[in-house]
């Protein structure tokens, strides 16, 4: 996979994001997104990283898995950046879930 492949929300005003889950599809894990960055924008074309993950692996199909992360800015809109899958010619995921979430 290309660095490139991208997904995006747009809220209709700015939230705050702390947390996402990212669900694994149903068929092959060499499919699975393995390196990613997740970021937040305010005009879609300057994007701030508030995670980056590296190495991911799902150990089964259809898993779940929730990535917290600390932020304090409301962005308009948020993006997962792909950067890499576990080998695989084609790119799979089930389900990308945005959370807001603050540590009290």
């Avoid at 599809?25 to 074309?45: M, V, Y």
């Amino acid at each position: 996979i290309a660095e490139g492949l991208w997904y995006r929300l747009t809220f209709p005003n700015p939230i705050v994001l702390g947390a996402y889950t990212i669900t694994s599809g149903n068929d092959s894990p060499d499919r699975d997104p393995k390196d990613w960055r997740f970021q937040g924008s305010d005009d879609g074309t300057s994007w701030t990283t508030l995670d980056t993950k590296t190495g991911q692996a799902f150990s089964g199909r259809g898993m779940t898995i929730r990535y917290e992360f600390p932020n304090e800015t409301a962005f308009k809109q948020y993006r997962v950046l792909i950067s890499a899958n576990n080998g695989g010619s084609l790119f799979q995921q089930a389900e990308w879930r945005v959370i807001e979430f603050f540590e009290q």
